[in-house]
């Protein structure tokens, strides 16, 4: 009976510890210059983050391999490079967790005369155990790689491009063995002038072929840019391909295998395109291994310079993707950046999207998100770049949970005071998200911030920027009330300012 008891009471601490989410948002500069984070994996004991920065010896742009523990401390970071050449990572999800322990990273190395496609192998700790160069057999001008992957025959697939000539490049797909020695070697393209064509995103197929995403436009017209996937055979025979742009420019495509075998692609597509600046959806299409359209569809609102960084299939059979927007019908600076998370099901209906910052004071924060791992505890953590016009582009990391809320009870209707710093002074909103009233708390700072000598206006926006309320805070008043009744369920957006500047912005959500 006792033994039955400490088992089950094991069982119950196991399952409440895995219940139980952390949450971070950091950011990190090993070398105090500036850090990119372009990919991240989870370990055992926390998360592993590939990036490029610049060498504190040598001042040459390098890789680096950087670890955190599970609660987002820094733990350690090693950083390859040397005094003459220049070292980068590839596209965003560049870095790949092999079975039998330690990962891959794809990119290149820039030497005085060509660069070389780079294939970097890591051990668990982040010590380079080796790295393989790929030079280019016909024209000798240059390859890099964009991204890459673990096989069923724990060898590696790799894509980018190798340049043919001047304004002229084609796509690059090499499969190796667990050494990185290299099996063959596929080009796809042609030598017309102007012809241009990346290979972004690989993986292998349920029947050992390969689903490959890539970027083609001509030199001089970026309107022309579509984002293509093609699938190949095991030795990198052409099968079909599915142009998933349209009329405007659009952006690089990412895939991922499907969690039933299907293929699974994601971009982000133009609706439009004024003076040069393009508008775009989210938009994920779920494929056959024939290449039939099975399910497609947009999400969100189009925004200005949307970007689908990344897609992978998520805890529960849906898809969990990553990304950033600019901030263009929205309250606020038009140049401000939004790192965002989206997840659907598995028939591509939409189930949240949420958007974060590490730096939401200034009118110019640039927040930016590039690739996602699934947490241990059923939550996320996605990474990208951090910076502002004064503060340098540093690593930023985030941790979230398996609703995507950045602080416990953003989606639960529990309230938990986690307050929004501007300046001096904290603006709260709670309960988040809100029935039917949704309470604002002023906590008042120093009167030399202007805040209690000048007349203070909260404003309430939905997410296409249409005012829905505003309302004169009397001076000395710290708490106001809103009945939000009358709203639509949705995301809405609160601006406090005076008659000087704005004082803080934060988001909440009506249920």
């Known amino acids: 009976m006792k033994t039955k008891f400490i088992f089950i009471l094991l069982i119950f601490n196991m399952c409440f510890a895995k219940g139980q989410s952390t949450y971070f948002n950091n950011i990190y500069n090993p070398n105090n210059i500036f850090a990119i984070a372009l990919s991240v994996e989870a370990t055992e004991e926390g998360y592993v983050v590939f990036g490029v920065t610049r060498d504190s010896t040598y001042y040459s742009r390098s890789v680096f ?3 955190l523990d599970s609660i987002g401390n820094f733990q350690s970071c090693k950083t390859i490079s040397d005094s003459i050449n220049t070292y980068w990572g590839g596209y965003y999800g560049s870095l790949a967790k092999i079975n039998s322990g330690g990962f891959i990273a794809a990119g290149h190395i820039t030497h005085p005369d060509m660069s070389i496609a780079t294939l970097y192998r890591f051990d668990d700790l982040g010590d380079t155990l080796w790295t393989r160069q790929y030079t280019d057999p016909i024209s000798n001008m240059g390859t890099r790689f964009m991204h890459c992957n673990v096989t069923s025959d724990n060898g590696f697939i790799l894509t980018g491009y190798r340049n043919v000539k001047l304004y002229n490049s084609n796509i690059i797909l090499i499969k190796t063995d667990s050494l990185g020695n290299e099996l063959f070697c596929c080009d796809y393209g042609d030598t017309t002038y102007g012809n241009i064509e990346h290979g972004y995103s690989v993986v292998q197929t349920p029947d050992e072929g390969f689903f490959l ?4 436009y001509y030199a001089g017209a970026s309107y022309t840019a579509d984002p ?6 095991s030795i990198g025979n052409f099968e079909w391909e599915l142009n998933l742009g349209g009329p405007y420019q659009e952006l690089p495509p990412h895939v991922c295998l499907g969690n039933d075998g299907t293929l699974i692609a994601g971009a982000s597509v133009a609706d439009s395109s004024i003076q040069g600046n393009i508008y775009s959806r989210i938009y994920i299409t779920k494929l056959s291994v024939t290449g039939n359209v099975i399910w497609e569809n947009k999400y969100c609102q189009t925004e200005f310079s949307n970007f689908l960084n990344n897609i992978y299939p998520d805890h529960d059979g849906g898809y969990i993707a990553t990304g950033y927007r600019r901030n263009y019908f929205h309250p606020g600076s038009i140049w401000n950046e939004y790192g965002w998370l989206l997840k659907i099901d598995e028939n591509g209906d939409s189930v949240w999207y949420r958007e974060y910052q590490y730096y939401s004071v200034t009118d110019d924060d640039y927040n930016k998100l590039y690739d996602l791992c699934l947490a241990p505890d059923g939550g996320y953590v996605t990474v990208g770049q951090a910076s502002t016009w004064t503060e340098p582009q540093t690593a930023w990391v985030i941790k979230v949970d398996s609703l995507g809320c950045d602080t416990p009870g953003c989606a639960t209707g529990v309230y938990i005071p986690v307050p929004q710093v501007v300046g ?9 998200p809100a029935n039917s009233a949704l309470n604002c708390r002023l906590q008042i700072a120093s009167p030399a911030y202007g805040w209690a000598d000048c007349k203070s206006l ?14 004169q805070i009397p001076k000395g008043q710290e708490l106001v009330r809103i009945d939000v009744s009358s709203y639509p369920a949705g995301i809405y957006i609160a601006v406090l300012k005076n008659e000087k500047r704005m004082l803080g912005r934060r988001k909440f959500v009506v249920k």
């Open 65 to 67: 391999f950087m670890s």
């Open 213 to 216: 995403g890539y970027y083609h």
């Open 228 to 233: 293509i996937v093609m699938k190949l055979d």
């Open 424 to 432: 001096n002074e904290a603006f709260l909103l709670y309960p988040n």
């Open 458 to 471: 909260l404003l309430i926006y939905d997410m296409i920027g249409r005012k829905m309320e505003e309302l």
